[in-house]
């Protein structure tokens, strides 16, 4: 057989049964084999499929997705539709590797980065525990904007990479001066990142209502976080070196085009926004995320609790005449239900600390070295099937020697 | 006369008496003529060199210093020599421009930004006005570690971009709820931008020792703030919306090693920092720099009275394990000194606007429509002869309509 006829060799794709990644899903990756160039494609069930071999299209043969997120929504709409009469039909069978045989990439190049805050649970369990002394545990602002801060971009992983125990100066309340060392209070945040696909120049903010027109994309997103260096260095311009050493995003950023069945009302904001952050209907999505600690399911964490929405996260960016660009990418903070095994953070699920849980048959408050977490999600999806979104993976390795 | 004739053309380059732009300075940044591709240049006198043909290197040929940069240190100091020898002969006459002919462009694709806080001056004037219940102007981390927080690398502008007034919202102490409207405190914070040569990769701190290796050069900044956005929204995780709208570099970066008659010892550091931050001979920066509000300099902030070095806050940056990148930018913060007239920023030199300044005749408290800022600085060099930064310009327009 000649590597011509090689490469005209097709071959017809099945999902199987029960798959998060049916037809209804089509989540964009970035996968290479064998230390190939990084190319971007989808996944079918438990398969990668290479995107610019499948639609013959070369803005795909890229590393990132951002070429294509700029092209735009009505583009983005007609390559779903694509995707799928392709998918259904005789896929080239050079576009097609298995899952466990490719390398995943972090899917998107980051431009700005920013973490919002928007779950009350979270922000109040916060607040309890940060400030004690406070007697509402929500800052005065929290009901009134969607409070957020920029992160490092930078330092943004894909799922998979180790997260190296992070150094940095801590104070504890009793000690007379910092110490520097290993951070002893290493922590997760269960969040979802919204990938920006495209921007707007600068003085030209986007409303709550075209917010969806500029959203591409949703990743499972894991914003490690160092309590004890963020306890002492976050007052009074934010958390800064407790968070900047790695956050960890999932390989697949499934399209907003993906989640219309998910859609569902935030809960009731009360006192009502501001005209500029106002939504007729202002929508959450109802995703069920589960955070596995050491292969334990310690928390199911309920997206649709989130108070601020998406839309509204990115029109407060922009409302002040911020551009956006291509690859911006904003995570919506901690995502904490009400339950204790809601909660999206160790640092709530064991109340600083006071309360450990049992994990494998160990003790836990905070991260030990060795400790792996996986944070997976699904949702709702067209025809009942519900939708994946793959992992963000990450485990613990002991600090660099100093 | 023939092309080919005149593209071998050459001319001999003389620097005017008194220039800041002599051949102990030669700073970076990028321009283009009649809309041509921007490309890398220096600065001579009154004239911009391009660098591709004056030294024939297409490395030159780009849009940004970013690929230049990233070739390291010792290329720096090489290109540097060259410049200098070429610079001294016959130089191709295609490759000189009058600086009143040329635009220039931002010179830095940026990939991180981080804003310090490193003016003790600056933070205790901040702190007396935003925390007056405080008895310590200082937050007790404040002499124990240089702080910073992640900016929006995204707004990031070159000198001469008009600045829109921005939107947002505001709550005064006597205001029931927040309104939204154009920012009513607007502000500059005259700063020194650090751009990031080479960076490091996850879990490789840059030591303080090591840090000038990295650091390619400084530019003149202005961190522009809407302080009603900023008081209402920092609490608890830090500044957004009040800065982010957009920060202003000047077009020239001035390499560091064009600097080295200009260290000096930085103030003395007490307590005695922890020994990651230590260094033998912490050094700051003698910049004298100049704040020209609608013509008039109304404060000349002295870089040499900052607290925390560059070489500082690039370890801290990194210390956690973060990595760093050809193209970040960290800027000190808000650069005062200890009189009244040595105020960085508006807020300070007009102690919250209860102190109106006089500036053209007229009163100011934060800036008006129409107003335009411009900071300058200068520094000593070899031979005796001081060194300048170009310019950080910037002119307030209108909010836009809502």
Known sequence: MTSATLSRATTRLTVPEGSLYGLGNLPYGVYSVDGS?????TRLGDVVVDLALLLEDDIFASPSLNAFMAQGH???ADVRSSLRAALEGEVPATAVHQLDEVRLHLPVEVADYVDFYASEHHAANLGR???PQNPDPLTPNWKHLPIGYHG???TIVVSGTDVVRPSGQRKGPDD???V????????IEAELAFVVGTGTPLSTPITVEDAERHLFGVALFNDWSARDLQAWEYVPLGPHLGKSFASTMAPWVVPMLALQEAKVPTPRQEPAPLPYLAAAEPWGLDLDLAVSWNGEVVSRPPYREMYWSPAQMLAHQTVNGASARTGDVFASGTISGPAKDSRGAFIELTWGGAEPV???GEVRTFLEDGDEVVITASAPGADGVRIGFGEARGRIVPARQT
């Open 37 to 41: 160039e990084p190319r971007v494609a």
């Open 74 to 76: 009505e583009r983005w």
């Open 129 to 131: 525990l940060f400030r």
């Open 152 to 154: 490092r971009a930078g």
């Open 176 to 178: 007379a001066t910092p």
């Open 180 to 187: 520097f060392g290993p951070s002893t209070r290493l922590d």
């Open 358 to 360: 049992q994990v494998g």
